[in-house]
């Protein structure tokens, strides 16, 4: 696992936070995963707003200008790297109370750039057996609480499964562990609702309003059996951009998707648009 070439702690150089912060005993905060192409960071504008309407529900105290003082500091030593952005409620003592105006603290890390190109012959899922709790108060956000994400990670070592899809507790499909689903049907594009459980990401949004290939994007609810029905299958986030699914392991045993034409043109437009990697 790489290590961070720069931490930022509210903005000032640090590697340690308090055994009291929040974040740390309850998952109490949330986080964005982004990354630094040619000193920018693609899709910026859907990362902070997706970071200000979690705050705004948490409740979160979210400072502006030391958010983009830290960015500043981070994008001024490379140009190229992986950033994680972690906003905590700080720190308390015991109990899940906290006081009114409970300051907040900013965590940034500044990693080597993560920019993986997808298999041309589309990767290998499974589908986990962990499942997703149904919490609409947390459905969409990227919160700190990420045990189900562990747990259903843990299932499998590479190289057996790139990735593992993942249904809520009423076997709803809903994402992959690190990722978002988009199957492609009868000419539109199909992706789980997310207002029970999962993470709304930012480059899953951005194809739902760009709309591809000019194929429209439905958000709906699916079931593991509409993998049957589907033409092709991709996978979805930031870091990654767009791995096509060739073959999902079902409990009913694998199920072949050959056609990975669409998603690989859909990734051509993210690699002109965005900066992805090019296969």
Not at 209 to 223: H, N
Request: charged residues 20%; aromatic residues 6%.
């Amino acid at each position: 696992m790489d290590a961070p070439a720069l931490v930022l702690i509210n903005g000032q150089p640090a590697s340690t936070v308090p055994v009291t912060d929040r974040g740390l005993q309850y998952g109490d905060g949330l986080f964005e995963t982004m990354r630094l192409h040619q000193g920018r960071i693609p899709l910026w504008p859907l990362h902070l707003a997706r970071l200000r309407a979690g705050a705004d529900r948490l409740g979160l105290a979210l400072n502006g200008d030391l958010l983009e003082a830290s960015l500043r500091q981070a994008c001024d030593t490379t140009d190229q790297g992986t950033l994680k952005l972690c906003l905590t409620r700080g720190d308390t003592g015991r109990g899940y109370g906290y006081p009114a105006g409970q300051a907040s603290r900013l965590i940034l890390y500044l990693y080597p750039a993560n920019s993986v190109a997808p298999q041309p012959g589309g990767i290998r899922v499974r589908l986990c057996q962990t499942q997703l709790a149904r919490q609409p108060t947390l459905a969409g956000l990227k919160h700190l609480n990420r045990l189900e994400q562990v747990l259903a990670r843990a299932e499998w070592q590479p190289p057996a499964f790139q990735e593992g899809l993942v249904c809520d507790t009423d076997g709803w499909l809903i994402e992959g562990t690190f990722s978002n689903l988009f199957l492609y049907r009868d000419g539109e594009l199909l992706t789980p609702k997310l207002d029970m459980a999962g993470v709304a990401g930012v480059l899953r949004q951005h194809l739902i309003t760009q709309q591809p290939l000019g194929l429209p994007v439905r958000e709906t609810r699916l079931r593991p059996d509409d993998l049957h029905s589907a033409q092709s299958c991709f996978l979805t986030n930031a870091l990654i951009g767009l791995w096509p699914v060739a073959e999902v392991v079902l409990p009913s045993g694998p199920l072949r998707l050959p056609d990975v034409t669409m998603p690989r043109r859909i990734y051509q437009t993210l690699v002109s648009e965005l900066g992805f990697a090019a296969n």
